[in-house]
């Protein structure tokens, strides 16, 4: 059993930066991949980005690609997400999420999702 918890919500201009931080507790934290998803309002949720557990590769979205940047650190059980040039269609809830699978990219193949935390842009 893995319990995720998203921190680092936060409101920020267009262009500006903001990190999240999802903290894992329970067995075996460094087999999983970790990945992100976020949802907008009226939205299905959708794939951010994807951190595996070897910390070898990682694979993104193409709307976010270039400006977010995902680590992880096995020894404190965390995973980041550096979003950098923000935009209003960043806008979301976002999801940390914990899978046994490689690279996953579909909701379907993680095991533990945290709570979300909201992430608002103003334009």
């Known amino acids: 059993q893995v319990q995720l918890v998203e921190s680092g919500r936060g409101l920020v201009q267009a262009g500006g930066s903001l990190r999240l931080s999802c903290a894992a507790s329970g067995r075996s934290f460094s087999r999983y991949a970790m990945g992100w998803f976020r949802q907008a309002p009226g939205k299905e949720r959708e794939f951010v980005g994807v951190?595996?557990?070897?910390?070898?590769?990682?694979y993104y979205a193409d709307s976010v690609k270039g400006r977010f940047t995902i680590s992880r650190d096995n020894a404190r059980n965390t995973v980041y997400l550096q979003m950098n040039s923000l935009k209003p269609e960043d806008t979301a809830v976002y999801y940390c999420?914990?899978?046994?699978?490689?690279?996953?990219?579909?909701?379907?193949?993680?095991?533990?999702w945290g709570q979300g935390t909201q992430v608002t842009v103003s334009s």
């Open positions: 999420a914990a899978s046994r699978s490689y690279t996953p990219d579909e909701e379907y193949e993680y095991d533990y």
């Open positions: 951190i595996n557990w070897s910390v070898s590769n990682t």
